[in-house]
């Protein structure tokens, strides 16, 4: 089985990048191979990167309070290109909004001070799953 691939980005103008670092670290420490796109990307550069990298899963880190706005147009660029790329999320997300974005197919949302180790057998598990 070949190695399991992740994007970690930062969507739009966050600037905080230390807990992103953090899980791709995790996760290339779990054997995953891990690309990070590095801060203030656009929905369409994380899709598009995602699509060219081949990866299973997108991971986006965002403490802004516009995930109300990416996580969809993630999840609708990924849908019109055909990617069926899983997506999951963590940040400063109230709990109200995590409820509202699996609603939408982000496969999980991991708050602040989560277990690196629950990300990492999350995202083996979608892997598996697919």
Do not use: C, W
């Not at 089985?1 to 739009?12: D, F, W």
């Amino acid at each position: 089985m070949s190695n399991i691939r992740v994007l970690i980005a930062k969507v739009g103008l966050d600037g905080h990048e230390v807990g992103a670092k953090v899980v791709a670290r995790a996760l290339a420490d779990a054997g995953m191979e891990v690309i990070y796109t590095g801060l203030r990307q656009t929905p369409e550069l994380v899709v598009n990167t995602a699509i060219q990298e081949d990866v299973d899963v997108i991971g986006i880190s965002i403490l802004s309070g516009a995930h109300m706005t990416f996580f969809p147009e993630i999840l609708r660029l990924l849908k019109e290109k055909g990617a069926g790329i899983n997506v999951i999320g963590g940040g400063v997300i109230p709990a109200e909004d995590i409820k509202a974005l699996r609603e939408i197919g982000v496969k999980a949302i991991f708050p602040a001070g989560s277990s690196t180790g629950e990300m990492v057998d999350l995202v083996k598990a979608l892997v598996k799953k697919d």
